[in-house]
């Protein structure tokens, strides 16, 4: 089993910058694949990128790409989301995910999740 426990989260403007940073105890964290999901009031959990076990593979949701980079520290077992041109609708708590089997990317599946952060972005 592994435990997470994300960092990073607060407010910014629309436009600004921020940096997730997920670190993992546990198992051998190179034995997960990672994921961000985040939840805004009223919706339900959604995918927002994941990164394989080595950092080869990432997949980005259509609303983050371009905007939104994951990267992993295997030395540090840590996971990052840097989150870049922020708009309102990003506002959500941020969840970290992990999951031995295959990248996060549908959260009824996911095996381990952190508390989540909160990120607010201000128009």
């Known amino acids: 089993q592994v435990q997470l426990a994300e960092s990073g989260g607060g407010l910014v403007q629309a436009g600004g910058s921020l940096r997730l940073s997920c670190a993992a105890s546990?198992?051998?964290?190179?034995?997960?694949?990672m994921g961000w999901f985040r939840q805004a009031p009223g919706k339900e959990r959604e995918f927002v990128s994941a990164?394989?076990?080595?950092?080869?593979?990432?997949y980005y949701a259509d609303s983050v790409k371009g905007r939104f980079t994951i990267s992993r520290d295997n030395a540090k077992n840590t996971v990052y989301l840097q989150m870049n041109s922020l708009k309102p609708e990003d506002t959500a708590v941020y969840y970290c995910?992990?999951?031995?089997?295959?990248?996060?990317?549908?959260?009824?599946?996911?095996?381990?999740w952190g508390q989540g952060t909160q990120v607010t972005v201000s128009s």
């Open positions: 990164i394989t076990w080595s950092g080869d593979g990432t």
């Open positions: 995910a992990a999951d031995s089997r295959i990248p996060p990317r549908i959260a009824t599946m996911t095996q381990y």
């Open positions: 546990g198992r051998t964290f190179i034995h997960y694949a």
